[in-house]
């Protein structure tokens, strides 16, 4: 087990988009979430959400394409990215309903799994999968 002076907290999910502002503004309507920031640059923006934050930025910027590459995206919209984004809540249901009326796109509705969890799937503005579903109780 590493000790506590090397194990890391996860600070940020760094999710990479078109349109910063846009993203935001649709996972605060979809999800729940409130804007804690956006950058005067409108290149960075964060949710406030909990001890974990979800920060938007541009797919391509000059200050990290050549660092570490270029983002890649799925070649067509039935691809999957490498990613998921999973948010838990008290009622899957109206959770779904809600993201669906503010523009995701529906993937599959909230079922119950023989595991105890309720869980549906939507697509993003962007074409990244988010899964909703209810805390998984052992």
Known sequence: MASKAVRPAL???VVYVEDVVRSADFYAAAFGY??????????WAELDTGSTTIAFTPLHQRET????GEVQLPKSPSDRGPV??????ADVDAAYR???ENGAVPVS???QKKWGQKVGYVRDVDGIIVRMGSHVRE
């Not at 409130?34 to 290149?43: A, G, L, T």
């Not at 394409?65 to 570490?68: G, M, V, Y």
Request: net charge negative.
């Open 11 to 13: 600070a940020y999910i």
């Open 34 to 43: 409130s804007v804690r920031r956006i950058d005067d640059s409108r290149k």
């Open 65 to 68: 394409d050549a660092l570490t």
């Open 84 to 89: 998921e984004i999973c948010f838990d809540y």
């Open 98 to 100: 809600r993201a669906v």
């Open 109 to 111: 509705a909230p079922e």
